[in-house]
């Protein structure tokens, strides 16, 4: 129930494009659901965060999508840039002093 | 800057030879933790510390020591190192023990256990 499966594992997605990372938990006392960016040789890094309060949140070009109901909560990224090529972990907490649990993570490659 | 730092970056041992890696923050961070990133399963919490003497196992403590003597430093040891424990190891900070929510974490050690 302290699950957060992420999917896909990888993405490979044309300049210009729409990346989608999509993560599903079990646990309904999770209220915060951040993700996280990861170049390689760098510490993962907070991209976005969202609350349940809300169904969607939009920060430039990256959107969280939240559906409750399915408790299910998904990244988008509008316009994917080969900058945007890093590895994107999904994650959730309970409210404090709980812990983030993290999901397997999802490897971006966007191609000039 | 404000960041937390890692020593060493990268590191080839040999089993059973103990082992520290260390971990510093500069920002007066209450909460710590480490975890480590192996692929396909992402990121697991070995310990974690909610301030100074306070630490706890996180979900894969086993083979790992840690210690909390100064706010700023939080240690991982592995005693005896074994080649299950090559990994990529990040220490993480985070301002409040009690919110935990946004993490800051270092650059990261790579570990490979002969």
């Known amino acids: 129930q302290q699950q957060v499966k992420q999917s896909p594992q990888s993405l490979i997605v044309q300049k210009g494009g729409i990346s989608i990372i999509n993560c599903a938990y079990e646990n309904t006392a999770f209220d915060y659901f951040p993700w996280y960016q990861q170049f390689p040789g760098k510490g993962p890094a907070l991209l976005i965060a969202i609350r349940p309060d809300v169904s969607e949140k939009k920060e430039g070009r990256f959107t969280i999508s939240f559906n409750k109901s399915a408790k299910q909560f998904s990244l988008h990224i509008m316009d994917s840039q080969p900058g945007d090529s890093a590895t994107y972990f999904c994650?959730?907490?309970?409210?404090?002093?709980?812990?983030?649990?993290f999901g397997t993570g999802t490897r971006l490659q966007v191609f000039p | 800057e404000a960041q937390v730092t890692q020593n060493p970056r990268y590191l080839i041992t040999v089993t059973g030879k103990k082992l520290t890696v260390t971990c510093s923050q500069n920002m007066n961070h209450e909460y710590m933790s480490w975890y480590r990133q192996d692929p396909g399963l992402g990121l697991r919490q070995i310990y974690y510390s909610m301030n100074v003497e306070v630490t706890d196992k996180g979900d894969v403590p086993e083979g790992y020591k840690v210690s909390r003597k100064e706010k700023r430093n939080f240690p991982l040891i592995l005693e005896s190192p074994s080649p299950n424990q090559t990994s990529l190891y990040f220490c993480?900070?985070?301002?409040?023990?009690?919110?935990?929510?946004?993490?800051?974490f270092g650059p990261g050690t790579r570990l490979l256990v002969l």
């Open positions: 994650a959730a907490s309970a409210p404090p002093p709980d812990k983030l649990i």
């Open positions: 993480a900070s985070s301002p409040d023990s009690y919110f935990q929510e946004t993490q800051y």
